[in-house]
């Protein structure tokens, strides 16, 4: 035992070399939202919404929740060298939230989507826009990734991280049609023994200042709003789309009163969303 003790250290270095050479080599792969034409795909999407400290009719803060449970049939209809156009159909939408709430605000654009047939773009980066909408984005697009995602356009190997400035929208009882900057840090953090399957996941940050007081005549509220977002991704390379996406949006706002004698008002709202195929 006393000779192979002196051993041990030079047989372990020989017994990781192969672990930390395989580890340096990972294949660098390159990663695309490019479904196949002809391919349909069904797709559930699951949101909920809990917001905290929204001011109801008699003006006392309170908490309150809504979910909603959409089903879709996405149908590709071409492909090109700059993405594919495909056809959402709505199956199916189930809101419950309390009535004039402020969670049922947030969660009205499935009320539009209900029985409605939209034919959108999706390029190989992940990003959907509507061709008929000049290019912004689509509420209901987000039944394609779930969340503006943007890919990079070289190969990168597990591990490697980028980093994107994407407009989103914001659409809250507290700022409706709102916009904000999302700072948004993508990881591959791992890919399947066969490469098929590519896990990714995603931090960022919300930022929203309206600093735009729409003249110094008209009186409004005032609103900053501030946030994170994370979650996960799970990329299908051989069906060329996202078959998995979870995200939590975590948001503050801080209201400021049109009327200086009222104090602020500060909301919580936590949206999470999940789309999956199926």
């Keep these: 035992m006393r000779r192979w003790r002196h051993f041990l250290p030079g047989i372990l270095a020989l017994t990781l070399l192969p672990l930390e050479r395989?580890?340096?080599?990972?294949?660098?792969?390159?990663?695309?939202?490019?479904?196949?034409?002809?391919?349909?795909?069904r797709v559930r999407l699951d949101q909920s919404v809990e917001i905290t400290g929204a001011p109801g009719a008699d003006g006392r803060v309170a908490a309150e929740s809504?979910?909603?449970?959409?089903?879709?049939?996405?149908?590709?209809?071409?492909?090109?060298a700059a993405g594919a156009t495909i056809v959402s159909v709505t199956d199916s939408v189930r809101?419950?939230?309390?009535?004039?709430?402020?969670?049922?605000?947030v969660l009205a654009w499935a009320a539009a989507a209900a029985n409605r047939t939209v034919r959108f773009r999706v390029a190989p980066n992940g990003a959907a826009s509507v061709?008929?909408?000049?290019?912004?984005?689509?509420?209901?697009?987000?039944?394609?990734?779930?969340?503006?995602?943007?890919?990079?356009?070289?190969?990168?190997?597990p591990g490697t991280s980028w980093t994107s400035n994407l407009q989103v929208p914001l659409a809250s009882s507290v700022d409706p049609g709102g916009a904000a900057t999302l700072v948004a840090t993508f990881t591959l953090d791992s890919?399947?023994?066969?490469?098929?399957?590519?896990?990714?996941?995603?931090r960022g940050r919300l930022i929203k200042g309206d600093a735009?007081?729409?003249?110094?005549?008209?009186?409004?509220?005032?609103?900053?709003t501030s946030g994170t977002v994370q979650g996960q991704i799970l990329l299908d390379r051989r069906r060329g789309w996202i078959t998995d996406a979870r995200t939590t949006f975590s948001l503050f706002?801080?209201?400021?009163?049109?009327?200086?004698?009222?104090?602020?008002?500060?909301?919580r709202m936590t949206i999470s969303q999940w789309m999956r195929a199926m």
């Design 22 to 41: 395989g580890r340096a080599q990972s294949p660098a792969v390159l990663l695309q939202v490019r479904p196949h034409a002809g391919d349909t795909i």
């Design 131 to 157: 061709p008929s909408a000049r290019g912004r984005a689509l509420p209901s697009g987000a039944l394609a990734t779930q969340l503006p995602a943007t890919l990079p356009t070289r190969p990168i190997a």
């Design 191 to 202: 890919l399947s023994p066969t490469g098929e399957l590519a896990f990714l996941s995603l």
């Design 253 to 267: 706002s801080l209201v400021s009163q049109a009327d200086p004698a009222r104090a602020p008002v500060r909301v």
């Design 66 to 80: 809504g979910t909603l449970v959409l089903l879709a049939m996405l149908a590709v209809e071409s492909v090109d």
């Design 95 to 105: 809101v419950s939230s309390p009535p004039t709430s402020a969670s049922g605000a």
């Design 212 to 224: 735009d007081p729409r003249g110094t005549t008209e009186q409004r509220n005032r609103v900053e």
